[in-house]
């Protein structure tokens, strides 16, 4: 590009007349527009993962294609077995269907199965008015109400515990002695109170106390009872609704009457000590004489409920055989050492 001026300046008085001619010529030079040879990097790099093949893992070729894979199949002409899928999809960030299901029939059918959910619902990431099944551990059964019959049960698995309320007919279906035993809940719908996640009982939900002992849930129940104890001061960093085991010294037992709804109840605790500090176990459903016979003596409570108060840590008997007591467990000579030094 040229560009150019030209400036003419005249001046007038009374004597002379001067006329001054100056021209000016400027020009500037444009850079010309190149062409651009390298696209947006970012964007080239988007497309080249877009259109460059995807290494799909090594998979052994004697396994036959199956027809709801063959979208998949054909892209790479790899067969990728259903054990692999779940793998695929971390790997190559390609979402990979479910095997669908064989026939019509299922196909409709599955759309009224609920899923499986489990006690941990912060993991439960379906909306409000969700329907599940929930198959877990009965850890405390609560008094039955009237007008209408209600009962409020807790359940625990392996990532947590959640309580419901079961109404009606499931009310007599619960009692201390359910506690430890298999509940199956069916269509449960999510709820949210408060911001918080909470399992409700609708008209066409069911519950019944199962046997199964093969299931992976009550396997980890009966786990429990082999873990490695906790000593006093180590409760004290373990998380609220855990449940363990822990040993000490029943140094002492105490027992004080409290209200529950306007109901007067006893609440007994047996007092543990050992050299890494103490820590209370209570109970509402055992009295005074119960754990007058362990006092001075080396204790074991298997599978009793971590929780909490005013911010100091304590241990909840679980009823019926949710919690056991022993008296024969390794470290037993070492804590008589402790309390007669």
């Not at 003419?8 to 020009?27: A, G, S, Y």
């Not at 490695?228 to 822990?246: L, R, Y």
């Not at 005074?288 to 080396?298: A, K, T």
Request: glycine share 6%; charged share 20%.
């Amino acid at each position: 590009m040229r560009v150019g001026w030209n400036f003419r300046f005249t001046m007038h008085n009374d004597f002379t007349k001067h006329t001054i001619h100056h021209k000016m010529c400027l020009k500037f030079v444009m850079p010309r527009k190149r062409p651009i040879n390298n696209p947006n990097p970012v964007k080239h790099q988007v497309v080249d993962l877009l259109s460059s093949p995807v290494a799909l893992p090594a998979v052994p070729h004697d396994i036959p294609a199956s027809s709801d894979d063959e979208a998949l199949n054909n892209h790479e002409n790899v067969v990728v077995p259903d054990g692999q899928r779940s793998a695929l999809k971390s790997d190559v960030g390609v979402d990979v269907l479910p095997k669908s299901p064989s026939s019509n029939r299922d196909r409709f059918l599955q759309g009224f199965l609920p899923a499986r959910t489990c006690c941990n619902l912060d993991l439960c990431r379906a909306p409000a008015g969700s329907k599940f099944n929930l198959t877990a551990i009965c850890i405390a059964v609560f008094p039955a109400s009237v007008n209408p019959d209600r009962r409020y049960i807790q359940l625990a698995d392996v990532t947590g515990t959640v309580g419901v309320t079961v109404w009606n007919q499931n009310v007599n279906k619960f009692s201390t002695s359910s506690v430890g035993s298999l509940v199956s809940l069916s269509r449960v719908a999510i709820s949210s109170h408060h911001g918080k996640k909470q399992l409700t009982m609708t008209r066409d939900s069911s519950t019944d106390i199962i046997e199964d002992p093969s299931h992976n849930v009550f396997e980890w129940w009966q786990q429990l009872l082999s873990l490695n104890p906790k000593s006093c001061g180590s409760v004290q960093d373990v998380a609220d609704n855990s449940i363990i085991s822990v040993t000490g010294i029943c140094g002492h037992v105490t027992s004080e009457v409290k209200m529950v709804q306007g109901v007067p109840k006893t609440l007994t605790t047996a007092h543990l000590v050992d050299p890494s500090g103490r820590v209370d176990v209570k109970s509402w459903n055992h009295d005074h004489g119960h754990f007058m016979q362990y006092v001075d003596r080396p204790v074991m409570f298997k599978r009793v409920r971590v929780t909490s108060f005013a911010g100091t840590k304590m241990c909840e008997i679980l009823d019926g055989a949710g919690t056991i007591i022993e008296e024969e467990f390794p470290g037993k000579t070492s804590l008589f050492k402790f309390w007669s030094s």
